[in-house]
Nanobody, 120 residues
Framework: QVQLVESGGGLVQAGGSLRLSCAAS????????MGWFRQAPGKEREFVAQ???????TYADSVKGRFTISRDNAKNTVYLQMNSLKPEDTAVYYC??????????????WGQGTQVTVSS
């Protein structure tokens, strides 16, 4: 069992930056693929970024070049550095932990989410 707690959300002006953190409890954090997702009001939850245990990363096209995902296995923490924020980045951001299933990530554990609001 893995418990995930996000922090770092808040209100920021367009063009600003925020860094989200997700602290994980439980065993074998380094073995999990870690992901960030977001859900805006009235919209489906969408993928933002993920980082595999070996450090390779994948990003949604909408955040590529602006967001950076990283992990610190010694601290059982995954981060999402968000730069050049836009109003359309406004959403609740969720951290997730999962495993590789048939070559893709399948997420089993989710955090409670942290609100990010970008004002224009």
């Amino acid at each position: 069992q893995v418990q995930l707690v996000e922090s770092g959300g808040g209100l920021v002006q367009a063009g600003g930056s925020l860094r989200l953190s997700c602290a994980a409890s439980g065993r074998s954090f380094s073995n999990y693929v870690m992901g960030w997702f977001r859900q805006a009001p009235g919209k489906e939850r969408e993928f933002v970024a993920q980082i595999w245990s070996g450090g390779s990363t994948t990003y949604a096209d909408s955040v590529k070049g602006r967001f950076t995902i990283s992990r610190d296995n010694a601290k059982n923490t995954v981060y999402l550095q968000m730069n050049s924020l836009k109003p359309e980045d406004t959403a609740v951001y969720y951290c997730a932990a999962g495993s590789r299933v048939l070559g893709t990530a399948e997420y089993h554990y989710w955090g409670q989410g942290t609100q990010v609001t970008v004002s224009s």
